[in-house]
């Protein structure tokens, strides 16, 4: 059998495929469906200082060949999430991303600095959700922005710090320099594309927000690009995700730099996606005789 293991800024997972944050909540009602343990971890979703409702419905779209989402990063805030989602994750023997929010930098550090002493592995700084009026993608989209937000965390954050970033920047690279100029220890990318349905009858948004984020199958030809794009750009890890609902996709992505991979959208259709995903690409490598996941990083031969 292949070895799955891969190891991002200093922590080992046990294989490369995570459960992307906002398709998996804190992982107890997929954890009813299989063990967590199977997975190489989970990211939890978006974590704010204060608990938040989100943002009005409707708020989820359907799309050709995906969805679009404007929750509002709807969570119970970082206190309860320390001292109850945490606590119940660390006993499902996984990997603990916990993905944070915040409306300014000041925020993003007060979240980050109540991680420290949790049995979270590693935080993921969300820097790209296009569906809040302030923080979020505004920090993703400015390389000022996201290196000011990436310095403000990394001074009090003791955990690993993977930068989630926003395909929605015009220079994706660009962003990805800046936050590992400012101490990220990994990038992971993409979260959603901006976009908009509208209903002919009422001639309003089909979303109350008017517009979401793009996600599932059809933006995985745009995630990929970028994750070759920031791969060969930066020298930290790249996490790959966008649009991956099948083993192909994931060795795809791997192929083009990512070191592990997010599995996101595709949970809703299938919850049992990431475990199909994962046995996919396990027996692809052994089909090929290939001895570890790692050897596909990044071994793309663009011509
Ligand atoms: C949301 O809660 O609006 C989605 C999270 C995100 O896109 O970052």
């Not at 395909?167 to 994706?172: D, G, K, L, T």
């Not at 930066?234 to 996709?249: A, F, L, Q, T, Y």
């Amino acid at each position: 059998m292949a070895n799955m293991k891969v190891t991002i800024a200093g922590v080992e997972f046990r294989n490369p495929v995570i459960a992307a944050s906002g398709t998996f909540g804190f992982g107890r009602e997929y954890s009813e469906l299989y063990p967590l343990s199977n997975l190489g971890g989970v990211s939890c979703k978006g974590t704010t200082l204060e608990p938040r409702l989100g943002n009005p419905a409707p708020r989820i779209a359907e799309t050709p060949s995906g969805m679009i989402n404007s929750v509002g990063l709807q969570n119970p805030g970082i206190d309860f999430v320390v001292k109850y989602e945490i606590p119940w994750l660390a006993g499902q023997d996984t990997r603990i991303v916990a993905n944070i929010a915040g409306n300014t930098p000041e925020d993003y550090a007060a979240v980050a600095e109540k991680l420290n002493d949790t049995a979270a592995d590693m935080v993921e700084m969300n820097i790209s959700c296009p569906n809040v009026k302030h923080g979020g993608a505004a920090f993703g989209t400015s390389c000022d922005a996201a290196a000011a937000v990436t310095r403000a965390v990394r001074k009090v954050c003791r955990k690993p710090l993977m930068v989630k970033l926003s395909p929605n920047a015009s220079n994706i690279g660009d962003i990805a320099a800046a936050v590992e100029a400012e101490g990220a220890d990994a990038v992971s990318l993409i979260n959603t594309i901006t976009g908009m349905r509208i209903d002919l009858r009422t001639r309003r948004p089909i979303l109350k927000n008017n517009t979401g984020g793009l996600s599932g199958p059809a933006v995985f030809p745009v995630a990929l690009r970028m994750v070759w794009e920031v791969a060969n750009r930066v020298k930290i890890p790249v996490v790959g995700m966008g649009g991956i609902s099948k083993w192909e996709d994931a060795v795809e992505m791997l192929l083009a730099g990512a070191s592990a991979i997010q599995v996101g959208a595709a949970n809703f259709t299938d919850p049992y996606a990431c475990i199909k995903i994962l046995s996919g690409l396990e027996k692809y490598l052994d089909d090929n005789g290939i001895a570890g996941v790692s050897d596909l990083t990044g071994k793309v031969e663009p011509w």
